[in-house]
């Protein structure tokens, strides 16, 4: 993993108990939801008037996920951008 990356938007996130699977950690489908949070929030940062951001189409095409360490529900976690 590239720790050289420096990022510029920061979204604390919650972990919900629902995000938790029976295995004791955030279940694998729960980060994409986690990132369209982060999409949204750096979206209403870099647009915040309205109407700048309904004349904004945003298209995800793909996306793909490289599970490297489990989260579990006591940790602190965020998605950056």
Do not use: C
């Not at 029976?22 to 915040?48: A, E, I, M, R, W």
């Not at 109407?51 to 006591?74: G, K, N, W």
């Amino acid at each position: 993993m590239d720790t050289s990356v420096q990022f510029r938007h920061t979204l604390p996130l919650q972990i919900r108990f629902n995000d938790v699977d029976t295995l004791g950690h955030v279940n694998n489908t729960v980060y994409f939801s986690f990132y369209d949070l982060g999409k949204s929030s750096y979206f209403q940062d870099v647009h915040p008037a309205e109407a700048v951001m309904r004349q904004t189409s945003v298209v995800l095409a793909h996306a793909e996920v490289d599970f490297l360490v489990p989260i579990r529900p006591e940790e602190h976690i965020a998605v950056q951008t």
